[in-house]
């Protein structure tokens, strides 16, 4: 029987191995032909990218997952992590931020918009059992819930960077930042201290079931991703974000078809015109995006579990889908997604991030029941 | 195994395809005009995009 474990396992952990280097060489490469052709910053970019990928898929952080365990179980684990990775992020990010004035926070208006968009988001983010990055890691080891929902959640932000400008006319104040309003201390004091009393509150009301996550993976991937979030604001100028890369694909994909995107009211602006017609390994949020996808894949193929079966009904199929196209489109209302706004607006001093929170947490509320009541597990 | 590995595959030819017709459809890169390598002390590229920027931020 050992023998026979021993002689079907070598050749799996070879096949890994395989796999690994190729995988491993191919993204050198690509790091090499984006540093020749676009330059060192977007190269770099595309490192810090794959970092993203390799934590989030090794340790399986999850976003989605985290609140839902909390939702159905009182697991605090997941949410923890994702506080300590803001934290990690924001002792980093927010003295930057006050010493180097060309550095761009997350800052995202106060608008209608944000509070429909990110209780939207919330709520089709459990159904689709994943968020943005989420979405974006499992479609890069090739969940084929999540290629299924990629697809979507592009055209999605497309469609929703579309119409962005007539959700803002309905109401919106213009974006609020604790580092320019209080200075990097009290903006630090004030959101470790609210982190912390969210935490506390975690644990007051804990439930006794073991955790979702065990070791100590979890808490690497959250520091890991901080440090990574406050290089990606150092290297590109901006913090870490997902969705207007996708958003971004889907107008290339559209313009190529020939959708004419010049009167758009978001699309036709000159800055988004100049990105229309340059490569997407020009654009920020693209190079990182594209760095996640592969990332993934390569922590996933280490471990043997790239490619997962997956044996869904063909109504949980759909519900996925449609959640996807709601969570491109409701992203961009929002100003972000769970990166873009929660874990890089909070942690960058932006008070959108914390609205973010607040209303995705009441969608994902939502969103829990009807995945329970389209017969989706936890 | 081989089954499975179909339709990463498939999505990963897709991505490259898509990045090759991009780049011969976009406006040439001045591969010497490229920014520094770190945004800091300099600030973003001007036509950088986030998530986060309301349409008329910049």
Known sequence: MAGALTSTAAPAASRRGVACTALGTGAVLAFAAITWLVGWRQGLLWLIGLGYGVLLSAAAFGFTTGWRVWITRRDPKGLWAQFVGIAVAMLLSVPLLAAHPELDAADGPLSLSLVVGAFVFGAAMQVADGCGSGTLYKAGLGHPVSLAVLPAFVFGSFVGAAQLPAWLSLGAWPPLNLVQALGAGWTLAAQLTALAVLAALLWRWRGTAPSRWSGAAVWVAAVGLGLLAAANLAVAGQPWGIVYGLGLWGAKIAQALGVDLQHNAFWGQPVQQAQLHASVLADNTSVTDLGLLLGALIAASAKGKACPTVRLPRRQWLAAIVAGLLLGYSSRLAFGCNVGAYFSGIATGSVHGWVWFGCAFAGSLLGVRLRHRLGMAD | ?58
């Open chain 2, 1 to 58: 195994m081989r089954q499975r590995w179909i339709g990463v595959l498939v999505f990963w030819a897709a991505v490259l395809a898509l990045l090759w017709a991009d780049w011969h459809g976009s406006t040439p890169h001045d591969r010497f005009a490229e920014p520094p390598p770190l945004a800091l002390g300099h600030g973003p590229a001007a036509d950088a995009g986030h998530c986060s920027l309301a349409p008329s931020s910049r």
